[in-house]
């Protein structure tokens, strides 16, 4: 058996190496074989059973073999939080018994549990299955033993991309193009969400280009692969909240996204009433990666999340998870606070070309990490029900 685990299995948004758990009767020829891979660029540690390389990429890469009846139990150890582990060999220990990396131990009798699964972990310790992303120590526990914690989306439950880009602005691949490949993804629709065209975004869309997306739009739904393309924009706003284009333009939108592509280091107070002040243009249903955040690269924009939650709520605007790997804005936990104040999220990939379309599965993680159900996230609505939810 092969399992990533740790920070890629528990899918955090950063991690600082890649943990891959094994089990063999032979473990040393596993650790010679990992640590000659042409990928390898030095090993940093090699033992019988584990061994550290770095990775021609840079990036760390630990492999531990263990035991195949150790290997469940490795496994729930190496991809929660420490709190959570903490909080399972409590329970244990409440039925004298010992829970550590690799096994569970009566210590009256000494009887080792070898697990066939993490399910059978759990079910030992008197708890349903949780899943990795949640184990985090936030109240999943007690939420999972009050019969509380929901039913998180599932990634297959997506039935379309909104927030996809074209060779109109700075995309690399033709509307046509990119619905095939979204096909291939099981999609019902998309949205075509070029930039408009702004002094950050020169390629962007005229009110005169728009029309003539528009007919593509309507061809490629003809004559296309079977896949809906809705008719989005990615519209910045100026200073004030102001969108790029007029409402005239605006109103014949399938989707439009207002983001903030200036202006981020604005003070709170005014980066907030500019926010809000987009979202009270009728003609706006989500806004775009609402922090502004570059991971590792670019704080988020100082903005009240809970005031801008509360008045979305109130209007009815949707909350983007941008899941670009680098941006992943909204973030898992900001995501929480949005569900906690009524606001529903849209998942979009950001998607420049074909390959950048598989990002929607780290937008669904980081929904997932915070406890948001299919209900939470606009696009599990098949076409018919997204539509009405719009045009509301």
Not at 44 to 53: A, F, K, L, N
Not at 176 to 185: K, N
Not at 307 to 313: H, L
Request: proline residues 4%.
């Amino acid at each position: 058996m092969l399992s990533l685990a740790g920070s890629i299995r528990w899918r955090r948004e950063t991690i600082g190496d890649v943990d891959i758990l094994a089990t063999s009767p032979e473990p040393e020829r596993i650790i010679s074989v990992f640590v000659s891979l042409h990928e390898v660029d030095r090993i940093i540690g090699r033992g019988p059973t584990t061994s550290t390389v770095i990775l021609k990429s840079g990036i760390q890469v630990d492999l531990r073999v263990v035991k195949e009846d150790e290997y469940f139990t490795a496994l729930m150890h190496f991809t929660g939080s420490k709190d959570h582990n903490i909080a399972l060999r409590r329970r244990a220990l409440e039925r004298n018994w010992r829970l550590n990396e690799y096994e569970l131990v009566d210590l009256g009798t000494g009887k080792k549990f070898p697990a066939g699964s993490e399910q059978d972990l759990y079910a030992r310790l008197g708890l349903p299955y949780i899943e990795p992303v949640l184990r985090e120590s936030t109240g999943e526990i007690e939420a999972v033993e009050a019969g509380t914690l929901p039913a998180i989306v599932p990634y297959d439950a997506i039935k379309g991309d909104l927030h996809i880009h074209m060779k109109w602005s700075d995309g690399l691949h033709t509307i046509g193009e990119m619905a095939a490949a979204a096909r291939s993804f099981g999609y019902e629709y998309i949205a075509v969400c070029d930039h408009s065209r702004s002094r950050e975004i020169p390629r962007g869309m005229t009110e005169e280009n728009v029309r003539d997306q528009w007919r593509e739009i309507e061809q490629v739904n003809q004559d296309g692969p079977g896949v809906t393309v809705l008719r989005g924009i990615e519209c910045g706003i100026d200073a004030e909240g102001m969108p790029d284009l007029p409402d005239a333009v605006l109103k014949d939108f399938d989707i439009v996204i207002a983001n903030v592509h200036s202006g981020l280091e604005m003070p709170e107070e005014q980066m907030t009433k500019r926010v809000i002040a987009a979202m009270h243009n009728e003609h706006v249903d989500i806004i775009g990666h609402p922090t502004g955040r570059i991971i590792q690269q670019r704080d988020p924009a100082r903005i009240d999340l809970a005031a801008v939650f509360r008045e979305a709520a109130a209007l009815g605007v949707c909350m983007e998870i941008n899941a670009l790997p680098s941006r992943l804005d909204l973030s898992d936990t900001n995501c929480r606070k949005a569900k906690e104040h009524g606001v529903r999220c849209a998942i979009g990939s950001d998607a420049h070309s074909r390959e950048n379309l598989k990002a929607m599965a780290f937008g669904v993680a980081t929904a997932r990490r915070e406890w948001l159900e299919a209900k939470d996230v606009i696009n599990t609505l098949p076409l018919a029900e997204l539509r009405r939810m719009l045009e509301s």
